[in-house]
């Protein structure tokens, strides 16, 4: 395994250096865990606004800062889509490509969604393939030039639920780790994200997840606010407070949890932009990514 991984960063980072399309790397070259074969008619799609379905074979890919640009940071993204899907384009290859601009190596994930076609239990698919991303860029972060100790995540409305599963459920692991390496991200930023499976919750979201008629134990085993502790990640969160699809509340309850813990956290409320706005708030001139920034900058985490 070792020797396949180094092999692969060695790969791309040589692809890197001449500037070629970022390339994908599978997140299990030995076989998917917890996958049950997978149906003919099960086939991923990608359409023109690069909205993914039907992921069997989950992918990390690696993007790189222009040479002598980086700093050592590194960022897992977790897109958003409901878990039926993955906005690859405005939460996904347009947030490394920003994260890039200031030095950050950032990894795009394309995750399994959960699905009982494909899944021994769908209920830790998403949760596996997010450990496994932030196990591989430890594992490997000499490879990339990457501070094994300055690895965050990022996501998006329910990959906001992914990343704040990431950054609360790590003392459990649920996948294969026999060198037995950190899945604790050293920080992470939540952006519109689902937080809650209560009476806030996303209902699509946790019905993927967990199914139409969970138990109240799995409810609040999904509802990360429920989930913190003193030992979760340094916590960046944004949400607009018109936000139709994913309550605001799904923050705030985040925010109030961590602040109780005494964990760092940082939010910023916009008044307007809806749910889904990605990099850029249409109704402001504010850049929540320059915010996000400084938030990186102030904790230590973009010091070379």
């Known amino acids: 395994m070792k020797t396949l991984l180094a092999a692969s960063v060695l790969t791309i980072l040589t692809m890197g250096a001449f500037g070629q399309t970022p390339s994908p790397m599978p997140l299990y070259p030995k076989g998917v865990p917890n996958s049950r074969p997978t149906l003919a008619g099960y086939v991923e799609v990608t359409d023109a606004n690069n909205w993914i379905t039907k992921v069997s074979i989950p992918t990390i890919t690696p993007y790189l800062p222009e040479k002598g640009t980086a700093n050592g940071a590194a960022i897992v993204i977790f897109p958003g889509g409901g878990y039926g899907g993955l906005a690859n384009n405005h939460e996904g290859m347009a947030i490394a490509k920003a994260f890039n601009s200031i030095g950050v190596t950032a990894f795009l994930v394309k995750y399994r969604l959960p699905s009982d076609e494909i899944m021994v239990d769908k209920t830790i698919g998403p949760l596996q393939d997010a450990q496994r991303a932030i196990q ?5 972060a000499a490879g990339w030039g990457v501070d094994p100790n300055r690895i965050g995540i990022i996501g998006f409305s329910a990959g906001g639920h992914l990343a704040s599963t990431a950054g609360t459920h790590f003392d459990k692991v649920v996948i294969a780790n ?18 809650s499976f209560g009476p806030k919750a996303h209902v699509g979201s946790r019905e993927n997840l967990i199914g139409k008629t969970p138990s109240q134990a799995m409810i609040d085993l999904y509802s990360n606010e429920k989930q913190v502790t003193a030992n979760t990640p340094p916590t960046f969160l944004i949400h607009a407070q018109d936000d139709g699809a994913v309550p605001v509340e799904n923050s705030l309850m985040m925010y109030e949890a961590l602040a109780n813990a005494k964990v760092k956290v940082e939010m910023h409320l916009f008044q307007n932009g809806g749910h889904g706005f990605g990099m850029y708030n249409a109704t402001t001139k504010e850049k929540w990514f320059d915010w996000a920034a400084a938030w990186m900058e102030a904790n230590g985490w973009l010091k070379k």
């Open 178 to 195: 026999p060198d037995n390496i950190s899945v604790r991200p050293d920080f992470m930023m939540l952006i519109y994200p689902v937080i």
């Open 136 to 140: 591989i860029v430890r594992q490997g």
